[in-house]
């Protein structure tokens, strides 16, 4: 069946680092792509979505190019600041037209 | 402002009983969606609803029910025959069907005593 796996969190950086989360994906025909924020005592907000092979999603200084060969969504952020602490979640919907099925989520915190 | 509000934030109940979970959009969308959060887990996907009058059962529906008699309105309801009800619960809609982009409601935190 289709799947998500998100690198394990939590995950530690200090302000201004260089920020990656890892997401690859199992599903059959060609998905869309998402990553979603949740931040503390809230509900899941969009962050940026992808949906063919090639494609960069970009929001709020966030980037994840669509991989389809790696199969892959990686989220990469050049200098993280103090309010992007949160949970981030890959998503994916299968031929773009089924449920999402979320991975397990990665907890964000970044020390001033 | 348009969106999606979930009522109450918290709330308790004692084993055994049932309860419900309201959610209501004002973002004239055709889809809702209930979700259920666990700590280390990520989402999963209760029932759905691509129109008024119908509704599917997701990946976990047992022990819970839902109605969509509105378009604006889709309540869950935890029944008593849900075994481990504690949980974040999540609220969502979409313009279209599955696999458009989702709206998130802030959650209900329920906790069964």
């Known amino acids: 069946g289709d799947s998500v796996t998100q690198m394990e969190g939590p995950v530690t950086l200090s302000e201004e680092a260089f920020l990656t989360i890892n997401c690859t994906y199992t599903?059959?025909?060609?998905?869309?792509l998402f990553w979603y924020v949740q931040y503390p005592g809230e509900g899941l907000q969009l962050l940026l979505k992808?949906?063919?092979?090639?494609d960069k999603g970009s929001n709020k200084g966030f980037e994840a190019t669509y991989r389809k060969e790696t199969t892959s969504f990686h989220l990469e952020k050049g200098s993280v600041q103090v309010s992007d602490s949160a949970v981030y979640f890959c998503?994916?919907?299968?031929?773009?037209?089924?449920?999402?099925?979320f991975g397990t989520g990665t907890r964000l915190t970044i020390i001033p | 402002d348009g969106g999606i509000t979930q009522s109450p934030k918290y709330l308790f109940r004692k084993e055994g009983q049932n309860v419900t979970l309201s959610c209501e959009q004002n973002?004239?969308?055709?889809?809702m969606y209930w979700y259920r959060q666990d700590p280390g887990q990520g989402l999963r996907l209760i029932y759905y609803?691509?129109?008024?009058?119908?509704?599917q059962k997701g990946d976990i529906a047992e022990g819970y029910s839902v109605s969509r008699e509105k378009k604006e309105s889709f309540p869950l309801t935890v029944t008593s025959a849900q075994k481990n009800p504690t949980a974040f619960y999540l609220c969502?809609?979409?313009?279209?069907?599955?696999?458009?982009?989702?709206?998130f409601g802030p959650g209900t935190r329920l906790t069964v005593l």
């Open positions: 969502a809609s979409s313009h279209r069907g599955l696999g458009d982009t989702q709206y």
């Open positions: 973002l004239n969308h055709d889809a």
């Open positions: 992808a949906t063919k092979a090639d």
């Open positions: 599903a059959t025909g060609y998905p869309s």
């Open positions: 998503a994916l919907s299968a031929r773009g037209n089924e449920k999402l099925t």
């Open positions: 609803s691509q129109i008024v009058n119908d509704f």
